[in-house]
């Protein structure tokens, strides 16, 4: 029998952990959720026995091992912090006694001089503590909680604080807490601490309001059935990254020697990947989904249950709690960092998702899209400040404080940014169309959580992305609609049929087109442009369906705020905002309700039974988009 090798710990890990989960590796806060996802996948049976075997090993270790207990000793202030403290307070006498210097200006050197000294300081206090084995910095690299400013603030400094509208201090706090603050540091310090509780109050509204947006976006997304009765005319699904958070997606087509619909694990993507893929096509909700608006299973891929989801089950509402949750606890958590500058992001990470699903005619902080096709032809600054950058001699205006990203002869899309800042993923869906807009949000939505530390799976974006990306707007008269009018595009989708004059040819023929099927993620009506025909060739779709003209529709987003006011249903739109103009528009149109759709407001208005309640059937086949489909006024859905 073979001697088991290793730490205590590691031992005790190997009793718990399946062998081939588990090699050895260090827990910290990323590989303990990569195990336990594994687990999830690969061990469901398993998962509750072997969550608590590791939730009572945790307890043992920290009750009756000693092995997390400190003491005064680990709280002196470090070495690096008391010599940064001489030198800066040096520095901060110069600027003092600088008479060149007005008011204004010394204030704003302080500033940023403490900044830059602190920014550096955490991480080599962080350093010097664990090259010491203090238990506080092995807390931080494993699983635990607190980060590199709570163990500053113990054994350096907090440096510097704001007040409640976020001005930062020009008092720098020198001294740490196991020191004790100077009368004027703590005077300092409870700026912060009513920052953090002025912000907890707010923080609460703004929580649940942004939480009930993604709800009320994805609510529909309910599962209706495994899989569609018949496979697709085209190709459809999503092009990603294999090394892009793929475990427990479904391949959309046959690849390296597996067959569409397999279910990916991390064995079969190392496999995939040794074979030199690169890139793969998943399914997805943001490509396909059932005529009522709801999804399909294999769509989803597996979720946290290890399984496929089951028929009826709201995957929309648990992907926007999903969402929505961690982002609100870490803004309630802003509190614990005492008012402390830099320490908190997640409120600036509230305004910059907020902005996403809201999509203002103006966003704060954002850059510049382009509004043409064409390489850019001229890069100058501009007279009262900023710079014009000239797309195919089009001006476009980047503001003061962002750079162009682009430099002359490089061509770019409408729709591109380019300039630095946040993007408005209205401006993509406008130019680039539905599919191609709801990866774009799915790529930034996942960016901006990424930077605020919020971890989220990315099949719960894609259900965002499909909820909050759905509309397209009327530009010529069809039945009883109007041009103006806003429709689902999810619904026409399945009823539309290529107009009278479409061709079939190859994408490199179809430049300047405009789709007239979906194929891969993309959408009835987009613009074929170069940068598509990447993902045409890469997936081997050598004909498509075209038209010369322009759809009778354009691809618009709705801000998530006014998301129910365009709902068929008239009494889903009452979950919603807008109250008024929803029930007199309804009511205009002679809409009615449908307490078996995909939407559960009618039903749990009318008192029905969930459980009862059976899926709609799906058609066998598509009707083309004529005036009897896409008649509303008394049924309120295009059918």
Known sequence: MAKATGTLGQLWLRSILPPDIYHGQPLDKKTLSEVLSRVAQEYPDKYKEITFQLNQLGRHSAYFTGGNSFGLSHLRKAKVARKNRELLQHQIDGLMDDDSLDPKARREKIIELVRKVL???????FKESDEEGNPLAAQL??????NEFNLAALRGSDGLYEDHRGRTLPVPV????????????YLASTFGARKGIIETKFSVADAGFFGKQLVQAAHRLRVEALDRDTTPDTLLGLPVEIDDENTGAVLAQDTAGYPRNTVLTPKIIQHIKNKGVKR????????????NGGVYARDIGIREFGRLPVVGEMVGITGGQAVGEPLSQGMLGGKHSGGVAGASKTQSLYDVVNQMIQVPSVIKGGGTHARVDGAITRVEPAPAGGTYVYVDNERHFVAPGFNPVYKKGDVVEAGDMISDGLPNPAVVVQHKGIGEGRRYFLSKFRDALKIGNVRTDRRNVELLARGLIDHVRLT?????????DVVKYSVLEHNYKPRAGFQTVPPQKAVGKYLERPYLHYSIGTKIKPSMLRDFDEFKISNIDVHDDEPPFEPEMVRAMTNLRYDPDWMTRQFGSYLKDGLLEATHRG??????GTSFVPALAK?????????????????????????PPRSGILK
């Not at 793969?280 to 005529?291: A, T």
């Not at 010529?476 to 103006?484: A, I, N, W």
Request: proline fraction near 10%; aromatic fraction near 4%; avoid cysteine.
């Open 119 to 125: 920014d550096t300081e955490r991480k080599d206090i």
């Open 476 to 484: 010529k008269e069809v039945g009883d609609f109007v041009p103006d």
């Open 607 to 631: 008192g029905i039974n969930f459980v009862n309640v059976q899926p709609k059937p799906e058609p066998t086949s598509a009707k083309p988009v004529t005036e009897s489909v896409l008649k």
């Open 174 to 185: 020198m001294r740490s807490y196991s020191e004790g603050l100077t009368p004027m540091e």
């Open 141 to 146: 690299k494993g699983a635990g909680r607190g």
């Open 591 to 596: 809409s009615s309700s449908d307490q078996l």
């Open 280 to 291: 793969l096509l998943v399914r997805s909700p943001i490509s396909s989904g059932s005529p």
